[in-house]
């Protein structure tokens, strides 16, 4: 990743590493997503001041509506500017979420994308 340390390169894989699964809900001016491992990203839309967590299973960012897509504005490790793109399938079964990561020193871009697929509901 464009002349990192190790340290940077490990900290970004564990950053972008997918989560197995999420639970999304949307609120009047927030949008939670809760991981398998019961960690929490909250992305506020509504432009308010950001407090940094002491916790480290909780993250929050702010994030704007493009339209229907939910994009945040990051930093990430050593400073690269970062963001995230979540964006619902039309039929509702699918959510993309797209990372765009600055690549170090040559300011190239990265692009990450993962697409999850809803959850299955099953009878009993």
Known sequence: MGGDTGETTAQMGELVRPDYSQNIELKDAEVDSTDEHEN???LFTDGRKIQKSKDESLKQLPAHWDGSKLVTDEKGPGGRKMS???ELSVDGRQL???WHIENGKSGSLIIIRYVYD???EYER
């Open 40 to 42: 929490k990203l909250v």
């Open 84 to 86: 995230r793109t979540f």
């Open 96 to 98: 993309d979420e797209t």
């Open 118 to 120: 809803a959850a299955q």
